[in-house]
């Protein structure tokens, strides 16, 4: 595990302080600013171009590693490590590279998620030495750097209440405001990022709502839904997918409109709805993100 400055840590494999693994300066396309996609068109008979929207592409970073060996056996072995564990090719999915790095991402232990997709090293006269220079191209589908602990807060039911059964006396009690339901997430990062939320039943037409736009996702449609206290529904907002107990798509519940949003930085409030005699939660999982 990454603990200290200027430590890496992918596939298991650990570099930095304490290793045979040193990482070098400079460490390109980690502090800067991933290439922008315009969607701009040319204006039809007329100067300048119509505003489209803007988005970031993918993100690349090189590090430079110089390995020892304090003799030929362990000179290999540290080749050979590092190798496996930066392998590329056939059969490698993105998997998590962890860093911690001073004034990158507020310098704590972040991730970047990729796969390597070049590894060199000339045998030169520093492989001669066995302190060779391999250079790895690291290539992110996702430009995001995220925290690399993941935070979860959860919640009951919203309280909608059963109301008064008329005629009443006065004076009459009406109660105080609820804020069951509601759970605040917090991405305490520079850029928007996505979320996850796990709903277990029992509860009928769940819903999340975005308190602070209104955005929301509601579960209603083409006969609704009905979740068992056995049952779960995966709502991922960064692959827009809504799964019953993890493999059964409930998406055509959904119903319009429907909003799909971001955790932007600061906090964000979610509401949890739906009908229940029963006790459900929902679950938020999200990471804090910086570009």
Known sequence: AVTADWQV???????GSGTPYRVMWPIEGLADHPDVAVSDQPRLRSDGLTAGDDFLDGRSIVLRVEMTGSDDAAFAAAVSAFKRAFRSGSGVTEQPLTFQAPGVADGGVRRLVGRPRKLAAPVDRLWQQRIPVY????????PRIYDDVESTVSTDLADTGTGHAWPQMWPMDWGGASASGIVTATNAGT???PWSVTITGPVTNPSVENVDTGDALRFSANGGLTLADTD????????????LNGTASR????????SWWDLNPGA???????????????????RSAWI
């Open 232 to 243: 779960t529904l995966i709502i991922d907002s960064a692959t827009r997918t809504a799964l």
């Open 268 to 286: 964000t409030r979610f509401r949890f709805g739906g009908t229940t005699t029963g006790t459900p939660t929902m679950a938020l999982t999200w």
């Open 135 to 142: 250079m790895v191209q690291f290539d992110c589908t996702d």
């Open 9 to 15: 840590s992918y596939n298991d494999l650990l570099l």
């Open 191 to 193: 850029y928007s990022t």
């Open 251 to 258: 998406y055509d519940r959904l119903a319009s409109p429907a």
